[in-house]
């Protein structure tokens, strides 16, 4: 009975719907800004679990209930150290990056839909997706400096290399918020669209991306996500391996034959 009520909870933390050829997962815990529980940890873990496993997911959204993605890590897990639990506080943070890392290196694209608040936590989440749409009033802070807090997600790794180290440095310090427009002049933010336009555009997007190769898009995330950690010889080297294997695939010969008969190609991801 006991664990029932559990897994009702955590149902209830992230929604969970597949469409458009999209697993989308939407924080719900907009009494406490979507804050990150373990709870929702576990639930969003086992949601991209299943998704890998299905041919027919060809991308995973995240978005947020009321108004914030995400307002970052419960504070009331972070606050272990300081009750003599410093134990607790380092597993969820573990916990945490563990999912972040996950997120990133997924073969699927992430698309972040940010619907308003993304902070600390929040802003290292939409730090690990492939594609940002933010809504007009969305805003995007890293914020630990206002609790005294460091970033426990990667934030000092990924903010800088998202939107160069003296924009984030200027985060960090201040602890400020930036507008859509701003982190999308950053680099941050694909598109911004009116706050009602948010779910529609990235459904549109979910179409445009999932009628492409699903083997094609997984092998060019990889490529880059592995190149900006490289030389670029190196990594001029690995795409020239990569498209060599590439050729023996399903469906660069459908895409190919596509193209020659003028018709839609047809993607298995093999």
């Known amino acids: ?108 694209p992430v698309i972040a839909a940010v619907n308003g608040l993304a902070l600390a936590g929040g802003l290292e989440l939409v730090l690990c997706c492939d594609l ?5 009033s969305a805003r995007f802070g890293d914020a630990h400096a206002n609790y005294g807090l460091l970033p426990g997600g990667g934030g000092s790794v990924r903010l800088p290399r998202k939107i160069g180290a003296t924009r984030a440095k200027y985060l960090m310090y201040t602890g400020e918020f930036a507008s859509a427009e701003s982190m999308e002049r950053a680099g941050l933010v694909n598109a911004v669209v009116d706050d009602a336009e948010l779910l529609d555009a990235c459904a549109a997007l979910v179409r445009k991306i999932a009628a492409k190769s699903p083997l094609g898009l997984a092998r060019m995330k990889a490529l880059v996500n ?31 034959a596509a193209f020659q008969e003028k018709r839609a190609p047809r993607f298995l991801g093999r």
């Not at 804050?35 to 679990?49: E, T």
């Not at 190149?227 to 695939?249: F, M, Y």
């Open 1 to 108: 009975m006991q664990e029932a009520a559990q897994e009702a909870m955590q149902e209830a933390e992230i929604l969970i719907d597949v469409r458009e050829q999209a697993l989308w997962l939407t924080f719900n815990r907009p009494e406490v800004m979507n804050a990150i529980s373990p709870g929702v940890i576990a639930l969003a873990m086992r949601a991209l679990d299943d998704a890998e496993r299905r041919d027919d997911i060809r991308a995973i959204v995240l978005t947020g209930n009321g108004r914030a993605f995400c307002a970052g890590a419960d504070l009331k897990f972070a606050q272990g150290a300081l009750q003599g639990n410093a134990s607790g506080t380092d597993r969820f943070l573990a916990d945490l990056l563990v999912l972040l890392n996950r997120l990133e290196r997924l073969t699927r």
């Open 132 to 136: 940002v749409l933010a809504a007009r």
């Open 226 to 256: 592995d190149g900006l950690e490289q030389p670029v010889d190196v990594a001029l080297r690995q795409e020239l391996l990569v498209s060599a294997l590439h050729q023996h695939s399903h469906d660069i010969q459908e895409g190919l």
